[in-house]
C-alpha cells in the first residue's frame, strides 16, 4: 500500500473538527484540539473502569471484545453515508456493467473496472464545490466474462439491437453458466482488493436495472449465488448528476440534450466520440472516466451519492413483493369476494324492471312523428316536425330588430396589455334623461353596403346552406366565398348560387340573432343566463327531439365538446383527451341504442353556492329528459362519473342501474364504501395474463329496507379496467372475447366478465353521435359563440332525422300507420353515401322551401332582396327549386368544345360559349320545334337531338 496517502490521518483530525463544531458529542472518539503552537493534534478523553475484583478477565470476555465492529463516527450534514470510508481511503470503486438477453434468457456478459479515488478536500468540510481528485489508480486487469444461459433460449430482438450479441456467438456458445462467472467474479474482486478495503459498485443509471438482476440472482428466493461480502455500497452517476443541480455535467449548465453515457463522455472530452458503446468493456471504462472528471469529482463525497446496497435491494424485494401481492389482496369488508362458490346473483324485482308490469314504451320513433311522416311531401317536412316553422319566424324577426331597431355606439375597445385595438366594437346606446336617443347612436347595420330584410324564407335557406355545406365538405370546410367563386378559384354549387347571393349569405351570418338583446339581464342579476342569446334555440331542438324518440331502457352520459377557441365566453375549456380539445363543454345524455341525444347541459363555469357534483349532472339531465319517473333503466357512464354514491342514488330515487368504468387508486386505506380493489403497479399488472379479473359485491338497503347489490370488477385487458355495475350482478363464468395480438393475424379468446360485455355494447353512444356530426357538421367559423352552439345544436336534430328516417325505412307495412314512407328512404340506410345522401337531399328541400315561402317561381315576378338578381346558373340536379320549376335547363357542362349552331334563316354560328338566348333551330322534317327552350351549348348534350354537328 506505498500508494496510499500518508497523511490520511490529519485528514480524519480535520473531520473530528468539523464534527465537533457542529457540537455533536465526540468526546468518546477524537476530537482535534487547537495546541499552543497554532497546530492541530489528536487528544482522546480518558477511559476509566472499576473491576469488581483483581482477577484477570476470562477468554470469554476478550472474544466478546474482539467480535464487537466499531460503528463509523457520524459523517458530516452534506456527506454521503461512506464519508468514512473515503476519509480514511479504503473504498474501492468497482465500475460494473452487465448486458442481458431479456427477461428469460438474462445476464449473458459481465464485466467490472476497479479504481481508487482518493479526495483532496478543503479546510472546511461543507465546502463541498472544493472537492477534487488528489490521485487516482485504475487496475489495468478487469473482469470480462460472458454468460451461456443454456441452450433453446431466444434472446428478445430489442437487446440484440442494443449490443448486438446473437445466441449462436461463439462467445456465448463457449461461455459458462452464471453461477460459474459469478463465481470467478467474486474470487477476482477478492484478489484485486486489500484485506480492510471496500467495495462500492458503480453502474450507471443502474438502479433500475443492473441492481435489479444483481437482486434476482443472489438475493431472490431459491437464487444460488451470494453477495460478496465487502461490496456494501453503491453509486449511481445519473442519479448523482441529475439530483445536483450545481454539477458542470447537469442539463442547466451544460446544456446537454440528454443523459446518455456517451453524450457526458463525449462532453467531458471535449467532443470526441466514443466507440463501441453498449459494449459492456466500453461501458465500464466510461463510467470510470466519468466518475473520475473534474465536473464529476466535488460530487461523489455528496449526501445521498453513496448508499449501502441493502437499501438498494430492500426497495427492489418490496417491490417484487407488490407486485406478487396486488392481485391477490383480500377485499375489504363490507366487500365480499365473487367466486364460483360463493357467487352471489341479484337483479331487479320484476316490478322495478322495464319489461315489468309498469314498463316503459319500446324503444322507436313516436306516433307524432309517424303521423307527420306519413302526411310528408318530403324531408323538409319531418323537419319542421322536429324544428318548427315558428321557429324561424321568432328568428327572422329577432334578426331584424338585431339589425335595424336596437341602438349602438361605437367604443374603443382595450386589449390584453391595456392598449387601444384599431378596430372598434359596437355597444347598447344609452338613452338620454328625456328618453331621446344618444346623438352617436346609430343601427348595425346602417353601415352595411347592401341591406336584406329577413324573412323566414330567407332564414331557412341560409340555414339549408349550411346543411349542405356539411354534407359536401364536412368539419373543415374551405371559405363560403368560394361557393360563388367560379372555377378553379372556387367551388361553385349551382342550387346555392341560385338560391342566395353572396353578399346576403354573409349579410346572415354577421346579424342573425335568436333573442332579444334588450331583455338579458346582467351578470349577478337575479335570472341572469350566460346563454340567453342561445337558450331559446336549444330548448326548442330539444323539445321536438323529445316529441319525436322514444327513449328506451338504456341511456348514456358523457361529454361533448363544440369546437371553439375565442375569448368572448369565460367557460372554454381545454381537454386533451377528447378529438376536439379546445372548446365549450356540453354534459350530454343520448340513447344508448340509436345514439339521438335527449338532453343536455351546456357547462358555463363553476355556479356560486351551487356543488355540480357528478351524480347532480346526471340526475339533472334525466330530469331535463323527463325520463327519471320510469324505473328499470340503465345507466351507463365512464369513469368521470362512476361511483358508489351514482349508483346508491339512481337505485334509491330512480328505480335505475347503472353500468361504468371506474378509475382505481393506490390508496392503502379503505373506507366501506370505497373501490375494493387497488390499482395495480406495472410490475403487478404484468405478472398476471390478459383477461385475469377478479369481482366483489357490496350489499346495500333502500330507505324502505329493499335489498339490492353493486358489483366491482378488476379486469387485466391491455392495462387494466375496472367496472362498478348494479345491472348484472353475478360471478361471470365462461364469458370471453376476442382481441388482438402483437405480431398475430388472428384474434385471441381471452376471459372477460359480465360488465365489460354489458359497457362495450352500449358505452358510447354519445362519441357516436358526436362522430356522425364531426362528418358532416353545419358549424361554421365564427367568434360568436352563440352561433357555434346554434351549428352543434342544428347537427343534433339532423342527427335525429337521420335514426328516424332509416328506423321508418326498415319497419314492416303493418307498422306504417296505414301509409308507406317513401321508397327512396330506402337508399340513405346504405353505409356507402347513405348518410350524404340524405343530408343533400334535407339541404335541397329546405331550400325549396324557403324559396317558396318568399317567391312563386314565375320569371316575370319580383325576385326576393336576398336572391340571385341576375341570370340563374345552369343546373342538372333536378331536385332543386329551379330545376323543378324549368329555370335552369341544361346541365353545368365543361366549356372546351367549339360546335355549329344552324338557325331557322339558316345561318350559322360556331360558338364555345353558353348562350342566355333561347334560340329557334332549323328542322329537317318540319315539326314543331321541341328544344326551343335550350341554349346552343345545352341542346347539343341532349340524347335525342340531332341539330347540331
Not at 470467478?184 to 459498485?201: A, K
Not at 361529454?559 to 375549456?573: F, H, K, L, N, P
Not at 328516417?805 to 307498422?815: A, D, F, P, W
Not at 338557325?903 to 328544344?931: I, W
Request: charged share 30%.
Amino acid at each position: 500500500q506505498d500508494f496510499l496517502d500518508p497523511d490520511a490521518d490529519d485528514a480524519w483530525a480535520h473531520e473530528q473538527e468539523e464534527f465537533e463544531d457542529e457540537g455533536d458529542d465526540s468526546s468518546a472518539c477524537g476530537v482535534t484540539d487547537l495546541q499552543a503552537d497554532g497546530s492541530f493534534g489528536l487528544s482522546f478523553a480518558p477511559i476509566t473502569t472499576e473491576p469488581a475484583d483483581n482477577d484477570p478477565p476470562d477468554d470469554a470476555a476478550f472474544d466478546a471484545a474482539e467480535d464487537q465492529t466499531p460503528d463509523p463516527p457520524p459523517r458530516p450534514r452534506g456527506r454521503s453515508d461512506a464519508h468514512h470510508l473515503l476519509c480514511s481511503e479504503k473504498a474501492v470503486f468497482i465500475s460494473f456493467d452487465i448486458e442481458i438477453g431479456g427477461e428469460y434468457a438474462g445476464i449473458i456478459q459481465l464485466l467490472a473496472e476497479l479504481s481508487r479515488l482518493y479526495i483532496e478536500r478543503p479546510y472546511k468540510e461543507t465546502i463541498y464545490s472544493k472537492d477534487k481528485l488528489r490521485e487516482v489508480y485504475r487496475e489495468p486487469v478487469t473482469f470480462n466474462k460472458y454468460v451461456n444461459p443454456g441452450r433453446g433460449v431466444h434472446f428478445e430482438e430489442h437487446c440484440v439491437a442494443v449490443h448486438g450479441i446473437q445466441p449462436s456467438d461463439p462467445r456465448i456458445t463457449g461461455a459458462d453458466k452464471l453461477s460459474v462467472v459469478w463465481s470467478q467474479f467474486c474470487e477476482w474482486l477478492e484478489e484485486q482488493m486489500f484485506p480492510d478495503e471496500v467495495g462500492i459498485l458503480v453502474a450507471y443509471n443502474g438502479e433500475n436495472c443492473d441492481m435489479k438482476w444483481l437482486w434476482k440472482i443472489t438475493q431472490a428466493p431459491f437464487s444460488q449465488c451470494r453477495m460478496p461480502e465487502r461490496l456494501k455500497w453503491f453509486m449511481d452517476p445519473y442519479r448523482v448528476i441529475t439530483a445536483n443541480d450545481k454539477c458542470e455535467l447537469h442539463a442547466d449548465k451544460s446544456k446537454l440534450d440528454s443523459y446518455e453515457l456517451g453524450v457526458l463522455w463525449s462532453y467531458i472530452h471535449n467532443g470526441k466520440n466514443v466507440d463501441n458503446l453498449h459494449d459492456s468493456l466500453v461501458d465500464a471504462e466510461a463510467q470510470t472516466d466519468v466518475i473520475i472528471s473534474k465536473q464529476f469529482a466535488p460530487f461523489i463525497d455528496r449526501n445521498n451519492s453513496i448508499v449501502p446496497i441493502t437499501q438498494i435491494f430492500s426497495k427492489t424485494q418490496q417491490n417484487e413483493w407488490k407486485k406478487k401481492m396486488e392481485p391477490e389482496r383480500e377485499v375489504h369488508a363490507p366487500w365480499k369476494e365473487q367466486t364460483a362458490e360463493s357467487n352471489i346473483s341479484w337483479a331487479p324485482d320484476r316490478r322495478d324492471q322495464y319489461t315489468g308490469p309498469s314498463g316503459g314504451r319500446e324503444m322507436g320513433p313516436t306516433a307524432y312523428i309517424k303521423n307527420v311522416a306519413r302526411r310528408a311531401n318530403n324531408l323538409a317536412d319531418m323537419f319542421f316536425g322536429l324544428l318548427e316553422k315558428s321557429f324561424f319566424n321568432h328568428v327572422a324577426a329577432q334578426t331584424n330588430k338585431y339589425a335595424y331597431e336596437d341602438e349602438v355606439i361605437e367604443r374603443t375597445a382595450d386589449d390584453r396589455d391595456g392598449g387601444s385595438k384599431k378596430r372598434k366594437i359596437l355597444v347598447d346606446a344609452p338613452k338620454n334623461a328625456d328618453g331621446t336617443s344618444h346623438p352617436s347612436s346609430r343601427h348595425r347595420a346602417d353601415n352595411e353596403k347592401y341591406k336584406f330584410k329577413a324573412t323566414a324564407g330567407y332564414v331557412i335557406c341560409w340555414v339549408a346552406i349550411l346543411i349542405l355545406q356539411g354534407a359536401l365538405f364536412g368539419t373543415f370546410k374551405p371559405p363560403s366565398r368560394t361557393m360563388w367563386q367560379q372555377r378553379p378559384y372556387g367551388i361553385p354549387i349551382p342550387c346555392v348560387q341560385n338560391c342566395m347571393s353572396g353578399g346576403a349569405y354573409e349579410f346572415m351570418r354577421r346579424f342573425i340573432h335568436f333573442a332579444d338583446n334588450s331583455k338579458r339581464k346582467s351578470k349577478g342579476d337575479d335570472g341572469y343566463d350566460s346563454l340567453y342569446k342561445v337558450r331559446s334555440a336549444m330548448n326548442a331542438m330539444l323539445k321536438g327531439i323529445n316529441l319525436a324518440w322514444t327513449v328506451g331502457q338504456r341511456v348514456t352520459v358523457d361529454e361533448s365538446m363544440i369546437r371553439y377557441m375565442g375569448r368572448a365566453v369565460e367557460y372554454v375549456q381545454y381537454m386533451p383527451a377528447k378529438p376536439i380539445k379546445h372548446g365549450i363543454k356540453v354534459y350530454a345524455m343520448c340513447c344508448a341504442v340509436s345514439g339521438i341525444m335527449i338532453a343536455w347541459n351546456v357547462y358555463t363555469g363553476a355556479e356560486e353556492g351551487v356543488v355540480n357534483t357528478t351524480t347532480k349532472i346526471c340526475a339533472d339531465l334525466a330530469k331535463q329528459a323527463n325520463i327519471h319517473n320510469q324505473k328499470g333503466r340503465v345507466l351507463y357512464t365512464d369513469n368521470y362519473y362512476t361511483s358508489v354514491k351514482l349508483a346508491k342514488y339512481f337505485f334509491e330515487e330512480f328505480g335505475w342501474t347503472i353500468t361504468g368504468t371506474y378509475a382505481p387508486t393506490d390508496k392503502k386505506s379503505r373506507a366501506d364504501s370505497d373501490f375494493p380493489f387497488l390499482r395495480l403497479s406495472r410490475g403487478a399488472k404484468d405478472s398476471v395474463k390478459r383477461g385475469w379479473f377478479r369481482e366483489a359485491v357490496l350489499e346495500m338497503r333502500t330507505p324502505s329496507g329493499k335489498k339490492y347489490y353493486i358489483q366491482a370488477t378488476t379486469w387485466r385487458d391491455k392495462k387494466q379496467v375496472c367496472f362498478l355495475s348494479t345491472n348484472e350482478v353475478g360471478f361471470s363464468d365462461g364469458m370471453t372475447v376476442k382481441r388482438h395480438t402483437k405480431k398475430r393475424e388472428r384474434r385471441d379468446t381471452i376471459d372477460a366478465p359480465r360488465a365489460q360485455q354489458d359497457y362495450s355494447q352500449f358505452f358510447n353512444a354519445v362519441d357516436r353521435n358526436d362522430r356522425d356530426s364531426s362528418d358532416y357538421s353545419t358549424t361554421i367559423r365564427t367568434n360568436r359563440y352563440y352561433l357555434r352552439i346554434f351549428c352543434w345544436a342544428l347537427d343534433r336534430i339532423i342527427h335525429a332525422l337521420y335514426v328516424i328516417v332509416c328506423e321508418l325505412s326498415k319497419r314492416g307495412t303493418t307498422e306504417r300507420l296505414g301509409g308507406e314512407w317513401p321508397e327512396y328512404w330506402s337508399l340513405y340506410s346504405d353505409k356507402n353515401g347513405g348518410r350524404r345522401r340524405f343530408q343533400v337531399d334535407l339541404g335541397i328541400a329546405l331550400m325549396n322551401y324557403g324559396i317558396g315561402l318568399d317567391w312563386d317561381g314565375d320569371k316575370d315576378s319580383q325576385r326576393p332582396r336576398w336572391m340571385r338578381q341576375s341570370e340563374f346558373v345552369p343546373c342538372d340536379c333536378e331536385k332543386c327549386f329551379f330545376c323543378l320549376h324549368g329555370l335552369t335547363n341544361g346541365i353545368a357542362h365543361p366549356r372546351n368544345k367549339n360546335v355549329t349552331i344552324e338557325y331557322a334563316c339558316g345561318s350559322r354560328r360556331r360558338t364555345n360559349k353558353c348562350s342566355t338566348e333561347r334560340v329557334h333551330l332549323k328542322k329537317k322534317n318540319g315539326e314543331p320545334l321541341k328544344y326551343s327552350d335550350y341554349c346552343r351549348m345545352c341542346l347539343r348534350m341532349q340524347p335525342d337531338n340531332d341539330y347540331y354537328r
